[in-house]
């Protein structure tokens, strides 16, 4: 099993344009004898960690485990993963998330979060995408390469290169640990 293991280590000091605060993190990625991959940094909302639904709050710290669906979120611009075809991905895709490509029109190919023991979790549809501070987060998680005084940078490279590993590995190989900010 991989590990994408993120450490919230700060808020930020600066605001964003939206005027929102941003919680900032490292992460690794490690294989099952615990070598790093690859790493970089994490972004997600700097208010408290939650699991209400229709908040933009950050996540619980546990540990999630992925899955492909279909969604509109930013994912990395490459046809491997945006504008995807349907036929393509919807063995990859859960058929309960079908409806998202044939009716709502979400077309990108993004990795969503879960957690077996809650499974109300999945209402807060929780993804891995690209962006830079609190106001790109809409609750979820970012992932770059570097980092700056109002979150990070970099973002689509690192999300790219996320995505690509997981599909060359499977999703069902992969898990995503968050250890909470030390208060």
Aim: charged content about 25%; aromatic content about 12%; glycine content about 8%.
């Amino acid at each position: 099993m991989y590990q994408l293991i993120i450490k919230r280590t700060h808020i930020s000091s600066q605001k964003d344009s939206a005027g929102e605060l941003t919680t900032i993190g490292t992460y690794e990625l490690k294989d099952a004898q615990g070598n790093v991959i690859f790493s970089g940094y994490s972004a997600e909302n700097g208010t408290k960690s939650s699991d209400e639904a229709l908040k933009d709050y950050r996540i619980m710290p546990r540990t999630y485990k992925l899955k492909w669906c279909f969604t509109k979120v930013a994912v990395p611009k490459s046809e491997r993963f945006r504008n995807v075809p349907f036929e393509a991905w919807s063995d990859k895709v859960e058929s309960k998330y079908h409806e998202r490509y044939t009716k709502w029109g979400f077309k990108n190919a993004g990795l969503l979060l879960y957690t077996p023991e809650l499974p109300s979790f999945e209402n807060r549809t929780i993804y891995v995408h690209i962006g830079n501070s609190g106001k790109d987060t809409q609750a979820c998680l970012l992932l770059g390469k570097g980092v700056s005084e109002m979150g990070i940078t970099n973002s689509t490279e690192a999300v790219r290169e996320f995505y690509e590993f997981v599909l060359k590995v499977g999703v069902e190989n992969v898990e995503i640990c968050i250890n909470e900010l030390a208060e």
